[in-house]
């Protein structure tokens, strides 16, 4: 276990209205200073104090999001992938950029925010770690109003009451027992469900913030590694949080009524007891922690003073009228900083892979034994489980020691003692119940038929599909929720996504992006015509795909051609070494009858030496076993090759796709080109450049929000359609 204190880095709000006489920041010491006149109009915080210094681990002033996700996400992300858990929430009064800051904007793909960052770097640092097999899945839970609910399930929030728990679990910490746990494989799939479950968020309008988020959201990655070099059942497990609380609000600043005073209400209440935790957690030889007091507190129990690398953004609003939430919030930020937690890798060994291991020991250690046994002349000793035949002799033998047909029985293992005194146990109770009337026949009958080999040992053939390691699951973590539609607030625009563009607008901001330009309205007429006749002469998409493979994506779709080759290689010689294993396994099989047949006769014989026949057989069959470990081994690292090969063919036909589209939408596309004066409309936010080029990395982020709009959209028609 180490130490690890809570980082606090605090970002400022951009304004017009900068309080430069209240706030002196100095970024290059980290310290904030707040002044406030005491006779000041705008309410007194303290009479006894006008001034207060704060010092943070850093300051984002006027920060882009890629600074701030550099500064607050990359290090706690590098973690997580080694097994760390890690924490990132936004904490701040309502309207100061929380969800900014962890979701982002929605204008332009550079104001993406820490989540979709986040997300970004697992799926590529997890692809840069072929050793390792990682299994990645998302869950996206919100708390509204002191209930938990599952974003990502599909059972109706309505129905959700008590089906989600919080428990406390001594091995995976803090588990949301009940949730959705959605199998992500690529970026795409995990924005996927994020941006699903962010239109499911709760929001409502009021004076502060326009669409302002009513509830506490945690949005999680639960990832699993696994060594593809080293032993394969250790297990590295762990879990990213990324949290957006609702703001802490002032209901009287806010205009809160109705509903939104009760949400103000829930929303103040636990983050008090937020507060109380982290008041709890900085004082020293404090035993109790109220973390029961409410479901935040509770499920942040690891992030605050627990297992987890954790890192609050405390978003502050620097106006003058907000002074009163700033100096709350710095307050609240320092003690933040005095909380400590306990860190380590969390490792659990795989049950199921342990037992092979054992399985195989065992299987090892006999072998040894019976060779040990046969070279000292003892070779009656068994260390296999007995046989129904076997159980039948020792029960004879027993029955006649009992009867006095036999004075006394050579004893040969331990094994064996523990078989005689069974079967006396049971040669005991049948003459009890025989005395008493009451026969239950348990007698060991002598078995009618042989068992044969054991056909299930078999290996099978490369198509038949593997068992994956690691589909067992622990339902830990967070997941996807979805608050109650009826207890959103009854503002219909609240019901929208929370965005501050229309769906058709966001679209319409898409494709600008892509072509941002400075060209007055005529080149942009001119050139857009010129498109439009492009677009006319578009071909079949089959058949320029065709023209694509055998121009520009030539080499791609000749490097998938070559793995396809490898693949269909692999398999044969996969096949064929399954075959060879298979027929020594019944070669094994074969030999190891001859050897009990042997043994019989020697047996009836009462012949205690081992021929050198029998010898013969035994060596054989340890020849036998130790290349079948020798093929079997090759089998494994040839499947894992297979695995490789197939995880690159994925790559390059996701690769080759995209690169079509691209190439397609450049040759045939029709990117409208917009003037200069357009670009500067809208509400862009202040502390970013415009973007002349789409960013490649966007294409995962914009496809996921193309995916989710679309399923809105047809999910709104066919509302539609059942209304009609
Ligand atoms: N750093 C920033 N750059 C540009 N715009 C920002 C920034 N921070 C906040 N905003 C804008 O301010 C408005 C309010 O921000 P946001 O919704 O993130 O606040 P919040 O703290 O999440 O509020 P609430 O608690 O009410 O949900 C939004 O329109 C957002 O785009």
Redesign the pocket.
């Known amino acids: 276990m180490v130490k690890s204190t809570v980082k606090v880095v605090i ?4 304004t017009a209205n900068f309080a430069s006489k209240n706030l002196k920041l100095d970024l290059e010491k980290k310290t904030i200073e707040v002044f406030i006149p005491k006779d000041s109009t705008q309410g007194m915080i303290n009479n006894q104090q006008e001034n207060w210094k704060f010092k943070f681990d850093d300051f984002l002033h ?2 882009p ?1 890629e600074e ?1 996700y550099n500064i607050c996400g990359q290090d706690i992300v590098r973690s997580v992938i080694e097994g760390y858990n890690g924490t990132i929430f ?1 904490y ?12 982002g ?1 929605s204008q332009n793909y550079k ?1 993406r925010g820490i989540i979709p960052r986040a997300i970004s770097q697992i799926f590529r640092e997890v692809q840069n770690k072929p050793e390792f097999s990682f299994t990645i899945k998302v869950s996206y839970v919100e708390i509204y109003n002191e209930l938990v609910y599952d974003l990502l399930s599909t059972i109706p929030p309505s129905e959700q009451a008590g089906s989600i728990m919080i428990q406390d679990d001594s091995k995976y910490g803090i588990v949301v027992k009940g949730l959705t746990l959605v199998m992500s494989t690529s970026e795409e799939d995990a924005l996927n469900q994020l941006f699903e479950g962010e239109t499911n968020r709760t ?1 409502a309008e ?1 004076k ?7 509830s506490h959201c945690i949005y999680t990655l639960h990832i699993e590694s696994r060594s593809r070099v080293e032993s394969s059942e250790k297990v590295v497990f762990s879990k990213l949080n990324l949290v ?6 002032r209901t009287k600043k806010t205009g809160s009524e109705g509903l939104t005073l009760t949400e103000a209400n829930f929303i103040n209440k636990s983050l008090s007891y937020m507060e109380q935790v982290v008041i709890a957690l900085s004082e020293k030889g404090r035993d109790h922690v109220p973390y029961r007091q409410s479901k935040l507190t509770y499920i942040l129990k690891d992030s605050i003073g627990g297992n987890s690398k954790t890192l609050m953004v405390a ?1 502050i ?1 620097p106006e003058p009228e907000h002074m009163e939430e700033t100096i709350s919030t710095l307050r609240f930020a320092t003690r933040m900083m005095r909380v400590s937690n306990e860190i380590t890798i969390n490792v659990e060994l795989d049950p199921m892979q342990l037992i092979e291991r054992y399985k195989k020991e065992v299987r090892d250690l006999r072998q040894e034994l019976a060779m040990h046994d046969t070279l000292a002349n003892r070779g009656r000793v068994v260390y296999e489980s007995y046989t129904p035949e076997q159980q039948y002799q020792v029960q004879t033998i027993a029955e006649k020691f009992l009867d006095g047909g036999l004075d006394e029985i050579e004893l040969e293992s331990l094994r064996q003692i523990k078989e005689l005194m069974n079967q006396m146990k049971n040669i005991y109770k049948k003459n009890l119940a025989r005395y008493s009337g009451n026969d239950h026949k348990k007698e060991v009958r002598p078995p009618t038929n042989r068992t044969g080999p054991h056909k299930g040992s078999e290996l099978k053939n490369v198509e038949d599909k593997d068992e994956g390691v690691g589909q067992e699951e622990h339902s830990g973590g967070f997941g996807l929720g979805r608050a109650n539609p009826n207890s959103r607030p009854a503002d219909s625009s609240a019901l929208e996504p ?1 965005s ?1 563009f229309k769906q058709e607008e966001q679209d319409d901001i898409l494709e600008k992006k892509k072509s941002v330009k400075s060209v007055t309205p005529e080149e942009a007429k001119k050139i857009n015509s010129a498109k439009s006749a492009k677009r006319e002469r578009q071909p079949d998409k089959n058949q320029a795909f065709m023209e694509f493979k055998n121009a520009d994506g030539r080499d791609l779709d000749n490097n998938l051609n070559r793995l396809k080759e490898e693949l269909k290689e692999r398999k044969i010689e996969l096949n064929s070494i399954t075959s060879e294993v298979n027929s020594i396994k019944k070669d094994i099989d074969e030999t190891r009858e001859i050897v009990e047949k042997v043994r019989k006769h020697r047996a009836a014989d009462e012949e205690d030496i081992i021929d050198e026949e029998e010898f013969v057989y035994i060596k054989k069959i340890r020849d036998l076993k130790k290349s079948y470990r020798v093929k079997f081994d090759s089998i494994k690292a040839l499947k894992d090759e297979v695995n490789n090969v197939n995880r690159n063919i994925e790559y390059y036909r996701d690769k080759v796709i995209q690169e079509f589209e691209k190439w397609y939408e450049v040759k045939y596309g029709f990117l409208p080109v917009i003037t200069h004066e357009e670009t500067r409309t809208g ?1 862009k ?4 450049k415009s973007t002349d080029d789409l960013d490649s990395d966007a294409l995962a982020y914009i496809k996921a929000k193309k995916n989710v709009q679309t399923l809105h959209k047809a999910k709104k028609t066919l509302g539609a359609i059942g209304k009609a």
Do not use: C
């Not at 970002?11 to 951009?14: I, N």
């Open positions: 970002r400022t709000r951009p006027n920060a999001q701030v936004a701040g009064q309502t309207g100061a950029g929380k969800t900014y800051t962890m979701s904007g104001f929001i009021h502060l913030n326009k669409s302002s988020t009513r957006d609380l609702a703001g802490s609000e978003n609003w929370k501050q509400t936010p202040i502390e970013e």
